[in-house]
C-alpha cells in the first residue's frame, strides 16, 4: 500500500469526511484512517444504513447523507477498523486491519471528535450504568435498553446529549422515570445575555426549542438540584439513590444514563505537547489552534470537536477549513485560492460560534459532581478510588502524574480517558486549586494497547 | 540593591539539610533522624528527573563487577541486610512493602551468551573469592519458573539466590513516612543554589534561603549543579532508560529476571538499555523495539500480550559505575552521594552513611569509593 | 431449515445462543441492546461485574471474544454474518 501521502486524516465523523473531501477537491492525495467501521463518527453513526438514517432530524440526515455519499465519490482512501497508536509529524503508526503500518503523510488533519466527560459515582460500574451516548448508540442500534419493554430508565446529568437521548427515547416509546438535572443554575442564569445572539443560528435555536418541546410533552418528570447520585446493587444495577434539598430519595431500575457535558478528544495531542488553554466554564482543556485548524506544530491540524465543542454542523465547517489549508499549505493551491475558497465557510462558523456562545454556560458541568465519596472508584481499568487520589494528594502529591504515580490512576489501557478529568479535579479541590493548575496526564504512544509484537515489528523496518 | 537586601526573607536555621528526597536522600536522611539528628530533606515537587520513579525495584547484587570487587561485595552485604529493613521500615511507618528475596535470573540465548556469561562469573568468583551465583541450564530454569514458557532459543541463566525485587514506590514512601515519624521534616520546595556560609551551608530555595551545619548532597543527577561550589565537573552522567510495559498477566514470574520482569501488579516490564544521551527522554520506539523483540525471542507468548504503555526516564550512572560517597573536596561537612544501585544499596545506605556524614570512616568496603579515585583531594 | 435472515439482518452467536440483529451495528451495541447480556466480563482486579460504558472505544470495558481472538474491543467491530462471540467472564489467578 502506499504509504506515502499528501494528507492523512484521523477519523472520519464529520470533521475528519469534510476534511478529507475538502482536501481532495484541491487536488491532493488523501487518505483517511478511522477505528470505526463505518464512516460517520459519532454524530452520523451508522449513516449509510436505513436504521442509522431513521433517527435522525431530517436536516441532518440529508448533511449526513450527502457528506457520505461525496465521500465514497472522492478517490479518498479509506481505511476503517485501523487504530492510530502513535503520532509524529510524517510518521503515523497505526493497525490496519490487525497489521501494524506506517504511514508518512506530508501533512496530518487529527480529528477524533469529541468524547463525554466521564464523571465517577459510587456504582457507575455496575452493569446497566451507561453514558447517554451509549444509551443513543444502543438505540440507535435498534437495540433496547431494558429486557422488558415495560422496565423505566432514568436519566441524569447535565448537557445536550441528556436533550437528545430523551427525545429519541420518547419517539421510541421508552418509559422515563426521571430525568435528574445535576446542573448549575447560576450558570444557565448567566446565559440569558447571550441568548439573544442564538438568533444568529436560528436553525440550532429551533432544533434546540424543539427538543425541549417535546420533553415537556413526553412528561417526563425533571428533578432538579440533584446532587450525590449513586447506582446501588449486587451484580448490576437495582437501583439509583440521589439527594435533592437534602432528602435522600430512590428510583428502582435497571438503566441509568449518566450525561455531564461532551468534551474534546485530547489524547493524541497531548503527547504532541500542543499548547491547549483551560476553558474555566466548560471545565476543560483544550488544543490552541488557528481558524483552519493549524495547531503550533507545522503539517499537524486539528479539526472538529477535539478543538473545541460546537457541534457536528460547526464540525463539518471545521474540517472544510482544514482540508483547505493543508492543500494551501503544501503549495497545491495558492494562498488567495485558500481565502476564496475558505470564505463562506469561515463566515458560517463565525457565527456559529458566537451564536453558541450561550451554550456555554447553560451546559456549564456543576464542578459540585467530582466531589464524590472516599469509596468512589475513579480508575475503572485500576481500580483506584477517590480516597485513594486524596490520600496520595495530602501526601504532597499535587501534580496529577505525581498521583498517578503513586495510585496507579491513569495507568490501565484507557490510558486515563476515562479517569483524566475527575483525576485532575479531585487533586485540585484537594489543594484548593483549579484543575488548571494541577497539570495533565503525560500521554506517550502508544495512544492504545498494541500487540507488543506488532509494536515491535513495525518498529523495526528499516 | 540595598532595598532588595532587606526584601531578602531571613534564612531559616537547620542542623543537617539533605537535598534529594528519592531513595538515596530519603535512605540516609531516615538514618540520620533514627540517630537523633535534626534533619531537613528538601525534594522538588514536580517534573524534575526523578529516578527513584524510574526503576523495576531490582535487588540486584549479582554480575556486577568483576573490576570492582569491592563494590560486588557492597551490593551482596545490602541485598543481605534488606530483609531486615524492610521489617523495620513497615513497623515504624505502617507502609507495606511488597518486597521477594526470591533470588534473581539473567535469561541467556544461545551458547554463546551463555559461555560468556559464564566466563564472566569465573571472572567474578576470581576476583570476588566468594561469589554466590552460578550458571543453570534451561532444565534447571524451567525447573525455578515452571510457568513461564520460555522460547526455544534460551539456553540457560546467570542465577543468584541473593537477589530479589521490592515495590519501589512503597520502599520510597515508607522511608518519607518513617522519617517524618522519626521527627524528620521534610520540605517540597525548588533548589536555586547551595554555597558555603560561615562553617555551613546556605541553600537557596524557590521558599527562601535555608541554612545549615552539616549539608548532604543526595539529589542525582541534580548533584552535578548543586556540587558547583565545591566540583566543576561532578563525574556522573544521565543514564537514559526506555521501557515497554505490557498488560498484566497471571502471575508467573515471582523470580524477577533482567531485562524482562513482572512487577508484584501483574504487568510485565521490558528493558535494560543504558543510553548516554543527555537529557533527552524522548521514546524511541525503535530502540524499545529491539529491547521488545528480544523480550518475545525469551517468552515468545508476551508477542501476543497488549503493550500498555512505554516511559522512559533518567537514571544515574557514575563515570566509572561506581557508588560516589564522600565529602566534598575541601569541605569536610559536605557530603555527596551518587549510584545506580540506590534501591539495591538501601539498605548500607541507612546503616552506614549516616556515621559517615558525621564524620567517622565509611566501612572498610566502601573506603574506595570516595571522590579520591577521581583524583581529588578530600 | 433455519428461515432467511430478515433483510438488512445478520445471524450472530452470542455465548453460544444464536440471534438476528441488523446489519452494520457494533457488537457491543448487539451483545447489550439485543442479547441483553448484562455484565460482559468480570474486572481482573477486583473481581467485578462490568459491562460496556461508553459504546464508543474510549472506556475499554467492551473487550470480548470474537471470533476466536480474545481482548477485542467490541463496540468498534461491525457484526457480520456468522460470527461468533463469546463474553470473558472467567479469567486466570492474576496474583
Same mark, same amino acid.
Given at each position: ?40 463518527? !459519532? ?9 442509522? !438514517? ?22 479518498? $482512501? ?25 504511514? $508518512? ?133 437495582? $437501583? ?6 437534602? $432528602? ?132 475503572? =481499568? ?31 489501557? =484507557? ?48 | ?281 524522548? +521514546? ?68 552506614? +552513611? ?25 | ?15 453460544? /445462543? ?20 448484562? /455484565? ?9 461485574? /462490568? ?14 471474544? @470474537? ?17 461468533? @462471540? ?10
Amino acid at each position: 500500500m502506499d504509504v506515502q501521502t499528501d494528507l492523512l486524516v484521523v477519523g472520519a465523523g464529520p470533521a475528519g469526511l469534510a476534511a478529507a473531501c475538502a482536501a481532495r477537491s484541491c487536488g491532493l492525495e488523501v487518505t483517511v484512517v478511522d477505528e470505526q467501521a463505518a464512516p460517520g463518527g !459519532q454524530l452520523f453513526r451508522n449513516i449509510e444504513t436505513p436504521l442509522g !438514517q431513521s433517527m435522525l432530524e431530517p436536516k441532518e440526515r440529508e448533511q449526513g447523507m450527502n457528506l457520505a455519499a461525496d465521500f465514497r465519490k472522492s478517490g479518498v $482512501k479509506y481505511y476503517p477498523g485501523t487504530t492510530v497508536w502513535g503520532l509524529e509529524p510524517r510518521k503515523v503508526s497505526c493497525n490496519i486491519n490487525g497489521k501494524p503500518v506506517i504511514l $508518512k503523510p506530508s501533512t496530518t488533519v487529527i480529528a477524533p471528535g469529541a468524547m463525554e466527560r466521564p464523571v465517577p459515582f459510587p456504582g457507575w460500574t455496575l452493569p446497566g450504568v451507561l453514558g447517554a451516548g451509549a444509551g443513543d448508540i444502543i438505540l440507535r442500534s435498534g437495540g433496547t435498553l431494558t429486557e422488558n419493554p415495560d422496565d423505566p430508565v432514568v436519566l441524569a446529568g447535565n448537557g445536550p446529549l441528556l436533550l437528545l437521548l430523551a427525545c429519541h427515547l420518547i419517539h421510541s416509546g421508552v418509559k422515563v422515570a426521571a430525568w435528574l438535572d445535576t446542573g448549575y443554575w447560576s450558570r444557565r442564569l448567566m446565559a440569558a445575555p447571550l441568548m439573544p445572539a442564538s438568533l444568529l443560528d436560528s436553525p440550532y435555536l429551533g432544533k434546540g426549542l424543539g427538543m425541549a418541546l417535546q420533553i415537556v410533552k413526553g412528561k417526563i418528570p425533571i428533578v432538579s438540584g440533584v446532587k450525590n447520585i449513586r447506582a446501588v446493587g449486587k451484580d448490576r444495577l437495582e $437501583k439509583v439513590v440521589y439527594e435533592v434539598l437534602g $432528602k435522600q430519595k430512590e428510583l428502582y431500575t435497571g438503566t441509568l444514563m449518566r450525561h455531564e457535558g461532551v468534551i474534546p478528544r485530547t489524547h493524541i495531542l497531548n503527547s504532541m505537547k500542543v499548547e491547549h488553554a483551560w476553558d474555566s466554564v466548560q471545565r476543560y482543556w483544550y488544543p490552541v489552534v488557528s481558524e483552519c485548524g493549524a495547531t503550533s506544530i507545522d503539517g499537524i491540524y486539528l479539526a472538529g470537536d477535539a478543538g473545541y465543542v460546537h457541534g457536528g454542523d460547526a464540525s463539518i465547517l471545521k474540517g472544510r477549513l482544514s482540508g483547505i489549508d493543508a492543500a494551501r499549505s503544501l503549495g497545491v493551491i495558492s494562498d488567495s485560492e485558500a481565502r476564496f475558497r475558505s470564505a463562506e465557510p469561515l463566515a458560517v462558523l463565525r457565527r456559529m460560534r458566537i451564536a453558541r456562545g450561550f451554550l456555554r454556560y447553560v451546559f456549564a458541568p456543576n464542578p459540585g459532581i467530582f466531589d464524590v465519596s472516599d469509596d468512589t472508584m475513579v480508575c475503572r =481499568c485500576e481500580c483506584v478510588t477517590a480516597g485513594d487520589i486524596r490520600r496520595a494528594v495530602r501526601e504532597g502529591h499535587t501534580d496529577v502524574n505525581e498521583v498517578k504515580l503513586y495510585t496507579r490512576c491513569g495507568m490501565g489501557q =484507557c490510558q486515563g480517558r476515562m479517569c483524566g478529568p475527575a483525576l485532575a479535579e479531585i487533586t485540585a479541590a484537594e489543594v484548593s486549586r483549579s484543575p488548571k493548575k494541577v497539570g495533565t496526564l503525560k500521554i506517550q504512544q502508544p495512544f492504545r494497547p498494541v500487540a507488543l509484537r506488532s509494536y515491535c515489528d513495525v518498529n523495526s523496518l528499516k | 540593591m540595598f532595598i532588595k537586601k532587606i526584601m531578602q526573607p531571613k534564612p531559616t536555621e537547620h542542623e543537617i539539610i539533605v537535598a534529594g528526597g528519592g531513595i538515596s536522600g530519603a535512605a540516609v536522611a531516615y538514618g540520620l533522624a533514627k540517630k537523633g539528628h535534626k534533619v531537613t530533606m528538601i525534594d522538588a515537587p514536580t517534573e524534575t528527573n526523578k529516578a527513584s520513579r524510574t526503576n523495576v525495584g531490582l535487588l540486584w547484587c549479582q554480575s556486577k563487577f568483576a573490576h570492582l570487587p569491592d563494590y560486588a561485595k557492597w551490593g551482596f552485604h545490602s541485598c543481605r541486610l534488606f530483609p531486615e529493613l524492610t521489617k523495620e521500615l513497615e513497623e515504624v511507618s505502617g507502609v507495606e512493602i511488597p518486597v521477594n528475596y526470591t533470588g534473581g535470573l539473567i535469561a541467556c540465548l544461545g551458547d554463546d551468551e551463555f559461555n560468556t556469561r559464564q566466563d564472566y562469573i569465573g571472572k567474578l568468583k576470581e576476583e570476588l573469592g566468594e561469589y554466590n551465583g552460578s550458571m543453570i541450564d534451561r532444565a534447571e530454569l524451567e525447573r525455578k519458573l515452571p510457568k513461564v514458557p520460555f522460547g526455544p532459543e534460551v539456553t540457560g541463566a546467570a542465577w543468584c539466590e541473593e537477589d530479589g525485587i521490592v515495590e519501589p514506590l512503597a520502599l520510597l514512601r515508607a522511608y518519607l513516612v518513617g522519617f517524618e515519624r522519626a521527627g524528620g521534616i521534610i520540605k517540597n520546595t525548588l533548589i536555586h543554589d547551595v554555597q558555603p556560609v560561615g562553617g555551613g551551608y546556605r541553600v537557596i530555595t524557590e521558599d527562601g534561603p535555608m541554612d545549615c551545619e552539616r549539608l548532604v548532597l543526595a539529589a542525582g543527577l541534580a548533584n552535578r549543579r548543586l556540587a558547583q561550589f565545591a566540583i566543576a565537573d561532578l563525574p556522573v552522567s544521565a543514564d537514559k532508560g526506555q521501557v515497554l510495559l505490557v498488560e498484566r498477566m497471571p502471575y508467573v514470574m515471582p523470580i524477577p529476571m533482567l531485562g524482562v520482569t513482572q512487577t508484584f501488579g501483574g504487568t510485565i516490564i521490558i528493558g535494560f538499555r543504558h543510553e548516554f544521551v543527555g537529557h533527552d527522554t524522548r +521514546i524511541i520506539p525503535e530502540d524499545i523495539a529491539t529491547e521488545g523483540k528480544w523480550a518475545i525471542r525469551v517468552w515468545p507468548e508476551l508477542g501476543r500480550q497488549r503493550l500498555i504503555r512505554a516511559w522512559s526516564g533518567l537514571r544515574v550512572m557514575p563515570d566509572d559505575k561506581q557508588a560516589i560517597y564522600s565529602k566534598l573536596p575541601g569541605h569536610p561537612n559536605a557530603t555527596i552521594i551518587n549510584t545506580h544501585s540506590a534501591v539495591t544499596l538501601a539498605a548500607v545506605h541507612t546503616r552506614y +552513611i549516616p556515621d559517615f556524614i558525621i564524620n567517622e570512616d565509611l566501612p572498610e568496603l566502601a573506603q574506595g569509593m570516595t571522590l579520591k579515585r577521581f583524583g581529588y583531594t578530600c | 431449515m433455519k428461515d432467511a435472515p430478515a433483510a438488512g439482518s445478520v445471524t450472530i452467536t452470542v455465548d453460544d /445462543r444464536e440471534l438476528q440483529v441488523p446489519e452494520g451495528i457494533t457488537v457491543a451495541a448487539a451483545v447489550l441492546g439485543h442479547a441483553h447480556a448484562g /455484565r460482559t466480563y468480570i474486572h481482573p482486579v477486583d473481581n467485578s461485574p /462490568r459491562a460496556p460504558y461508553c459504546l464508543m472505544g474510549v472506556c475499554f470495558e467492551c473487550l470480548m471474544e @470474537i471470533n476466536g481472538e480474545p481482548d477485542v474491543q467490541s463496540c468498534l467491530i461491525s457484526v457480520e454474518e456468522g460470527m461468533i @462471540i463469546k463474553r470473558q467472564l472467567q479469567h486466570e489467578e492474576v496474583n
